[in-house]
C-alpha cells in the first residue's frame, strides 16, 4: 500500500517499463497478466497506424507512457516499438499549450522556443504530446480515443471521473475474467469507503488488519495520511506488494510465522521478504484469511495467493515493510 525505498523502489524499476494512467471515454479494454511478474496489463495500440502495446495499469502514478523506438536506453517490452515520427496522429505540445502548465507535481522543463519536455525520477523522460490511441473492448468491438495527452499527465479529471477494475486469479495467466472499465460508464460495485485523491494517488482509510479472527494490535493511526507525504494507505496496481509501515509490519508477520513457524522453514532469498520452503497449494492449505477492515464497514478479504507469490519450490510473503515510518 505505501511505498518503500527496498521492496517498492524494485518493483518501481520493473514496471517503469511503461506505465498507465487512467483515460476517460467509456471504454472496457482487456487486461493481461504478465505471467514473470505479477502485474497486470492494458493492451491497446497508439498512433496512426496503430502499433500495439502493453503498459502496467498503474494507479500509483500519474503518468501515461510508452517506449519510443528513438529511445537508446529502453526495454523492448513486447516486440513492437512506437516510433512517433512514422505516427500520423502524433502532435507534441508547445510550451504555450495549456496542457503543457497543467502537470500538476510533475517535473516538466519549459522550453519558450521548444516542444513541452518532462523528466520524473530518470524513469521516464520525454515530450509531452498529443496521440490517438486504439482499444480493443472486452466485447470485441474498438474504441478510438483521438488526442489524448500523454507524458506527464493525469487524464482522470479531463476525459473522464470514473474507472472500475475486478482481478480476480492474480497468478492465473489464463484466467479470463480480469476487467477494466474507463469513462463515466465505469460500473461502481461494493462496499463503499471514503476515498480521498491527493496528487493523483487513491487514498483510503484503514482501520485494521484481521488474519483470521486475531485483530493486530495495530494503532489505527499508523494508517492516516497526514500533510507529510508519504503516509496514509492508497491503492497501487502497479505493485503486486503490500507495503505496510514498520509498526504494522512487525505486528503482521509477527502473527504469521506464528503460524508458519512450527510447520515450515523458514528461507533466505535475498531480499527482506518472509520466504518459506514448500509449495503453497500443498502446504498452505487452510491458512486463515487476511482481512483489511477500511472506514464504513467495507473488507478487502485475501486468500493464500493474495497473500503469497510462488517461486521455484519457495514461496514469499508479499506484506513488506516500510522502513521509512515507524
Known amino acids: 500500500m505505501n511505498s518503500s525505498p527496498v ?49 502496467v495499469m498503474d494507479t500509483g502514478s500519474t503518468f501515461l507512457w510508452v517506449e519510443d523506438s528513438q529511445c537508446n536506453h529502453c526495454l523492448n517490452v513486447n516486440g513492437s516499438r512506437y516510433n512517433h515520427m512514422k505516427s500520423t496522429t502524433y502532435n507534441k505540445l508547445s510550451c504555450q499549450d495549456p496542457y503543457c502548465n497543467d502537470v500538476s507535481g510533475q517535473v516538466v522543463y519549459n522550453n519558450s522556443s521548444g516542444p513541452c519536455s518532462y523528466s520524473v525520477r530518470s524513469s521516464s523522460t520525454g515530450i509531452v504530446a498529443k496521440e490517438q490511441l486504439t482499444f480493443t473492448t472486452s466485447d470485441d468491438g474498438t474504441a478510438i480515443v483521438p488526442d489524448v495527452v500523454f507524458g506527464a499527465s493525469s487524464l482522470v479529471a479531463k476525459l473522464g471521473s470514473k474507472f472500475s477494475y475486478c482481478i ?18 465505469a460500473s461502481i460495485q461494493g462496499d463503499p469507503t471514503p476515498m480521498e485523491i491527493v496528487e493523483g494517488a487513491y487514498f483510503l482509510s484503514l482501520e485494521g488488519i484481521m488474519i483470521g479472527t486475531t485483530k493486530l494490535a495495530i494503532d489505527s493511526s499508523v494508517f492516516k495520511r497526514t500533510t507529510k507525504f508519504p503516509t496514509g494507505v492508497a491503492i497501487d496496481t502497479g505493485t503486486a506488494l503490500t507495503c505496510l509501515t514498520t509498526n504494522a509490519y512487525v505486528a503482521f508477520k509477527d502473527e504469521v510465522t506464528k503460524l508458519l513457524d512450527p510447520l515450515l522453514t523458514q528461507i ?26 477500511f472506514a464504513g464497514g467495507a473488507d478487502l478479504v485475501l486468500d493464500i495467493e493474495s497473500m503469497f507469490l510462488q517461486n521455484s519450490d519457495v514461496f514469499c510473503m508479499q506484506v513488506v515493510n516500510n522502513p521509512t515510518h515507524p
Not at 9 to 26: C, D, K, P, Q
Not at 270 to 288: A, E, M, N, P
Open 7 to 55: 521492496d517498492c523502489n524494485e518493483r518501481n524499476r520493473i514496471s517503469s517499463v511503461s506505465r498507465f494512467a487512467t483515460l476517460g471515454s467509456y471504454v472496457q479494454p482487456s487486461l493481461v497478466l504478465n505471467s514473470v511478474n505479477p502485474l497486470l496489463f492494458v493492451k491497446f495500440s497508439i498512433g496512426n497506424p496503430p502499433i500495439p502495446q502493453h503498459v
Open 268 to 293: 533466505d532469498d535475498g531480499t527482506s521478504r518472509l520466504c518459506y520452503k514448500g509449495i503453497i497449494d500443498r502446504d498452505l492449505i487452510g491458512f486463515l484469511v487476511v482481512t483489511f477492515q
Open 168 to 185: 480476480g486469479s492474480i497468478t492465473d495467466p489464463n484466467y479470463e475474467y480480469n476487467s477494466l472499465s474507463l469513462g463515466d460508464g
